[in-house]
């Protein structure tokens, strides 16, 4: 039954995680607006999206092992998506302090990001709420 219910929600709780870090980094990018010769950086999230969702091992970082012993054998990182590949920004207009944030490009993207988490979190609460309604008696 977990199975199912982690093979029905898995894609959406990676979704979700992707959002969330590619919001960090846009939150970045727009912090260091300032900052000289910082390089603006974003992820491709259609990529990532894909390779996180082929692995075979679903996305848990709630799960962690203990070791009681230095000879036991290491866990292996539960989540995939702590390894999302940054990509640098093309900028558009250089400026003199070598710093490539567009502050209007990113504030785009970041307003874009966001609206896609919310829709991605409508999405899922409708799909909780069919699982919920399929299991409940008439």
Do not use: C, W
Request: hydrophobic share 35%; aromatic share 4%.
């Amino acid at each position: 039954m977990i199975d199912k219910l982690e093979g029905a929600l898995g894609f959406h709780q990676q979704a979700l995680n992707l959002r969330h870090e590619r919001q960090k980094v846009l939150a970045s990018n727009i912090a260091n607006a300032d900052t000289p010769n910082y390089k603006a950086r974003d992820l491709d999230f259609a990529k990532e999206l894909s390779r996180v969702t082929q692995q075979q091992q679903p996305a848990r970082p709630d799960l962690t092992v203990a070791t009681t012993s230095a000879r036991h054998i290491q866990p292996s990182a539960g989540s995939s998506v702590g390894k999302v590949d940054l990509l640098y920004r093309v900028p558009t207009q250089p400026s003199l302090d070598g710093n490539t944030v567009d502050m209007d490009a990113e504030r785009a993207q970041f307003t874009d990001n966001a609206v896609r988490y919310q829709a991605s979190l409508v999405l899922l609460n409708s799909r909780i709420q069919s699982l919920k309604s399929a299991m409940q008696p008439e």
